[in-house]
T-cell receptor
Framework: KQEVTQIPAALSVPEGENLVLNCSFT??????LQWFRQDPGKGLTSLLL?????REQTSGRLNASLDKSSGRSTLYIAASQPGDSATYLCASYGSGNTGKLIFGQGTTLQVKP | DVKVTQSSRYLVKRTGEKVFLECVQDMDHENMFWYRQDPGLGLRLIYF???????EKGDIPEGYSVSREKKERFSLILESASTNQTSMYLC?????????FGSGTRLTVV
């Protein structure tokens, strides 16, 4: 059974810092991995999707990488801003392309001005 | 852009009531999911559906049922609401190229 873990659970950084959020998964036979952002009391907003054949995806200040062999994905945020404060969740598709999203517990990020 | 609409942002229901949470997507997606989210427990899958009239249990289906009569609509039903079903409920729609979530329904059972 696929398990997804995110470390750390919480992170506080000063504005302007570059940071990395980690996501690990136990079953390397994933189809895709998707990163989401969630603001308090709101739904999830998709940030980046990495297909299993890809190594990384970029959108603005965000870069996500995927290493299936080591069971890891990272989300890199450059030049962090207070508006980046939110909870970040990674989700893998269940093995065998079942289309079932399995989530980590999330990393809650606070960027201080 | 894909739009996933959850019918209610906030709901307050009484214990024992039958509760319907509705989710509608506008992109003809086959896959739709219902999750609940609780502090410290993360997102837990309740039910999912791969097509009309098809449904599969997730990790915590007890006390819930679902209905998918049309492709665009996936309903979550709390047969007899209980206080331990107070939670944030999130609907998702998509396929292997990505999923979109609704804004969530904050349900309080009193």
């Amino acid at each position: 059974k696929q398990e997804v873990t995110q470390i750390p659970a919480a992170l506080s950084v000063p504005e302007g810092e570059n940071l990395v959020l980690n996501c690990s998964f136990t079953d390397s036979a994933i189809y895709n991995l998707q990163w989401f952002r969630q603001d308090p009391g709101k739904g999830l907003t998709s940030l980046l999707l990495i297909q299993s054949s890809q190594r990384e995806q970029t959108s603005g200040r965000l870069n996500a990488s995927l290493d299936k062999s080591s069971g890891r994905s990272t989300l890199y945020i450059a030049a962090s801003q207070p508006g980046d404060s939110a909870t970040y969740l990674c989700a893998s598709y269940g093995s065998g392309n079942t289309g079932k999203l399995i989530f980590g517990q999330g990393t809650t990020l606070q960027v201080k001005p | 852009d894909v739009k996933v609409t959850q019918s209610s942002r906030y709901l307050v229901k009484r214990t024992g009531e039958k509760v319907f949470l509705e989710c509608v997507q506008d992109m003809d997606h086959e896959n739709m999911f219902w999750y609940r989210q609780d502090p410290g427990l993360g997102l837990r899958l309740i039910y999912f559906s791969y097509d009309v009239k098809m449904k599969e249990k997730g990790d915590i289906p007890e006390g819930y049922s679902v209905s998918r009569e049309k492709k665009e609509r996936f309903s979550l039903i709390l047969e007899s609401a209980s206080t331990n079903q107070t939670s944030m409920y999130l609907c998702a729609s998509g396929h292997s190229l990505g999923y979109t979530f609704g804004s969530g329904t904050r349900l309080t059972v009193v």
